[in-house]
């Protein structure tokens, strides 16, 4: 587990903030900032630029919960929240907004290792996920420029497939560019050819 991590806590209770701080300097962690005020939150961890945030809170709303969130970068770096309180739908909308772990019934030093150690896994396979999800759709959109391409010069040329792949790839390896540069060319000409 990487103890190097700068972590932002945000907590509005002092005393808790107090634990929160032993619990994790006991986990290993050191390079920690309080933030007891959850306005302008968005702005301090600009400012702070964590690799993980935990926050603590006891009872938020569904609208609190989302922006807290949105200002914690839930989707660029791990993020844990601590509630005493929440139901099914509060469950649900924390999930929804991308937090790595949502721990109902409190932060106990105990639990603090564990849980941080889990949201930076769970953390980790979510980014994978939506890297594989982004390169999937990219390749997707990128097959559908070619097909039309292709499309274009087997019209135009009265060609058939592959001689029409072939020569998008002749053409992007004489011009020293990716076929998929030399097929949107194509299609936005086309497109305004039209």
Not at 55 to 76: F, K, T, V
Not at 121 to 131: D, I, L, P
């Amino acid at each position: 587990m990487e103890k190097s991590l700068k972590i932002v806590v945000v907590e509005p209770d002092k005393a808790r903030a107090v634990d929160i701080l032993d619990g994790l300097q006991e986990g290993g962690w050191q390079d920690i900032t309080v933030l007891s005020n959850t306005s302008g939150l968005a702005r301090a961890l600009i400012n702070a630029k964590p690799d993980l945030v935990l926050i603590d809170l006891a009872n938020p709303s569904r609208d609190l919960l989302e922006n807290l969130s949105l200002a914690s970068g839930a989707q660029d770096r791990p993020v844990a929240m601590f509630v005493d309180q929440s139901d099914a739908e509060m469950t649900r909308a924390a999930m929804s907004a991308g937090l790595s772990a949502y721990v109902v019934d409190g932060l106990r030093k105990d639990r603090i290792k564990p849980v941080l150690e889990t949201a930076i896994a769970r953390f980790q396979v979510m980014s994978r996920m939506r890297a594989e999800l982004d390169a999937a759709k990219t390749a997707l959109s990128e097959r559908k420029t070619i097909d039309r391409a292709k499309g274009i010069l087997m019209q135009a040329k009265d060609l058939g497939e592959p001689e029409a792949y072939a020569l998008l790839r002749k053409t992007a390896m004489d011009q020293g560019k990716k076929v998929i540069d030399v097929a949107q060319a194509l299609v936005t000409a086309s497109e305004m050819l039209g």
